[in-house]
């Protein structure tokens, strides 16, 4: 059941073969799906966010089925016991059973790569604020002030002399 996801995108080629165009070259399925996420990700401004949420519940929602597997709890509880793990990397220390802390070790390092992923975005929107910023690209609100248009080396002395 864990595996059916992978298992389509392996497969999407094949599926996609009844699916030919008739006047133009064939384009597999999988690039068609590859293409279209990427335009998703460059058009809309809340696609990175809404990615990390989205990958952040499939991580959730397959460790919790994980841990149902190797535990007794519930779905609900292993869930939450799946975020208790990512939020906290040292919470699985007094856990028993290999099984089990296989399955912790595992949602410890999913956890990890998505506050790095979730840091990464932070990051991402401090520098292109900052390039922004650097480029001039801000409003000036500024009254009584000169605008000089075609910078250059020699402008400089006639600033100091002015």
């Known amino acids: 059941m864990l595996c059916f996801p992978l298992l389509v995108l392996k497969h999407l080629d094949k599926i996609s073969r009844f699916r030919k165009s008739s006047d133009s070259q064939e384009i597999s399925l999988n690039k068609q799906l590859a293409y279209k996420v990427d335009v998703f990700l ?4 809340f696609s990175k966010p809404l990615t990390i ?11 919790g089925l994980a841990l149902v597997g190797v535990t007794d709890g519930t779905l609900a509880d292993c869930m939450w016991l799946s975020w208790t793990y990512v939020a906290d ?4 220390a007094n856990s028993f059973g290999t099984g089990p802390k296989l399955v912790f070790v595992s949602i410890t390092f999913s956890g990890m790569l998505i506050f790095v992923m979730m840091l990464g975005l932070v990051s991402d929107a401090i520098s ?4 922004s910023l650097w480029k001039g690209r801000s409003e000036v609100i500024e009254k009584n002030h000169t605008l000089i248009l075609g910078w250059s080396d020699k402008l400089a002395s006639l600033l100091n002399n002015w």
């Open 42 to 45: 460059l058009i809309y401004p």
């Open 128 to 131: 292109e604020k900052f390039d």
């Open 89 to 92: 990397s040292g919470n699985h």
């Open 53 to 63: 949420l989205l990958a952040t519940l499939l991580m959730l929602c397959l460790s």
